[in-house]
């Protein structure tokens, strides 16, 4: 009798274990879907590019200011015109007049050069001071980046990155230069036809330092950012 308590012991606990190694198979449809779906599938809306520029016109407005001159602050206000042969390369023109004001320390120089009993050949003539007057350029444009960033999580904007270079002439109100000019900028899509531009820009160019006892001219670089409106038809 007792072998018999012990056999059916044995037999329990061998079937307890053959119902803990069965496995339960479930169709594939009745899984949770979230588990069998890609976590970084991306929307179409976020991989399509929505802003075509190939072969299309684009014009715009723009206003900025000069950093580094330090005889005067220069304010072009400007307009440009581009074609676009292709999402990356483009062709323009680009002109501006300036207002140019003199800086703080045009006033500070004069008050200790022109003071009473400062030697005459100290003093600075600043009114002959080459200051720019208007600028027109031919310019290339490399649009290297088109993307989209996200400042809510309603809306996606649509940005493009490129690299300027440009030839041309700038007005110093009593002489001229040819200038070369170099930059990058960046555009934020308002809508598919309405941009806003930043620029930075660096211009070369010849122009008359009045500091020298005999003034001549010498090379000049000056950055300039500006900022504006573009819209592409």
Known sequence: ????????????????????????????????????????????????????????????????????????????????????????????????????????????????TEAPGAPANKKIPFDDAPAPKYYVLGQYEFTAYYGKISFTKQTISNISLGFTAGVGTINLGTDSSVLTAFGLNQRLYITRRISLRADLQAFLYQ????????????????????????FLF
Do not use: C, W
Not at 207 to 230: R, S
């Open 1 to 112: 009798m007792r072998h018999f308590y012990k056999i059916l012991l044995i037999a329990i606990f061998a079937s307890s274990s053959l119902v803990r190694a069965e496995v339960v198979e479930f169709p594939e449809e009745e899984l949770a879907r979230e588990s069998v779906s890609p976590v970084f599938d991306q929307p179409e809306a976020v991989k399509k590019r929505l802003i075509r520029t190939a072969g299309r016109m684009e014009m715009g407005t723009f206003t900025g200011v000069t950093l580094n001159d330090p005889f005067f602050s220069s304010y072009p206000l400007g307009i440009n015109l581009y074609y676009h042969f292709n999402e990356f390369h483009s062709a323009g023109i680009v002109g501006a007049y300036a207002v140019s004001i003199q800086t703080q320390y045009v006033t500070q120089i004069k008050e200790e």
């Open 207 to 230: 122009a008359k330092d009045v500091v020298l006892i005999t003034p001549d001219k010498k090379n000049i670089i000056t950055f300039l950012v500006t900022g504006g409106v573009q």
